[in-house]
């Protein structure tokens, strides 16, 4: 069964690092691009990295462009989100998504990523 696990979240003061993990399981990791979302509370959720097959092609919110690095190790069917330099309005709760083509998705169950002032 597909499956992805995300972990790495937590308290952290403002402009302290994370780094997120994603595990993937039950499907050919690497004909995915993947990407990490996440959710404030009341707000939508919104794209934050994401980064196509063989690891070309990021593409960054603009919330975290030049804070945050995305990356994946196929041979680990793992994906990681790098971030620095965070600011209080970074906490939300943080998705790992894997997709491949319209209604070919699977997300993760999120983590939650809390940034103090």
């Known amino acids: 069964q597909e499956q992805l696990v995300e972990s790495g979240g937590g308290f952290v003061q403002a402009g302290g690092s994370l780094r997120l993990s994603c595990a993937a399981s039950g499907f050919t990791f690497r004909d995915f691009a993947m990407s990490w979302y996440r959710q404030a509370p009341g707000k939508e959720r919104e794209l934050v990295a994401s980064?196509?097959?063989?690891?070309?092609?990021?593409d960054y919110g603009s919330s975290v462009k030049g804070r945050s690095k995305i990356s994946r190790d196929d041979a680990k069917n793992m994906v990681y989100l790098q971030m620095n330099s965070l600011k209080p309005e970074d906490t939300a709760v943080y998705f790992c998504?894997?997709?491949?083509?319209?209604?070919?998705?699977?997300w993760g169950q999120g983590t939650q990523v809390t940034v103090s002032s």
């Open positions: 980064i196509g097959t063989n690891g070309r092609n990021t």
């Open positions: 998504k894997a997709g491949r083509g319209a209604g070919n998705e699977y």
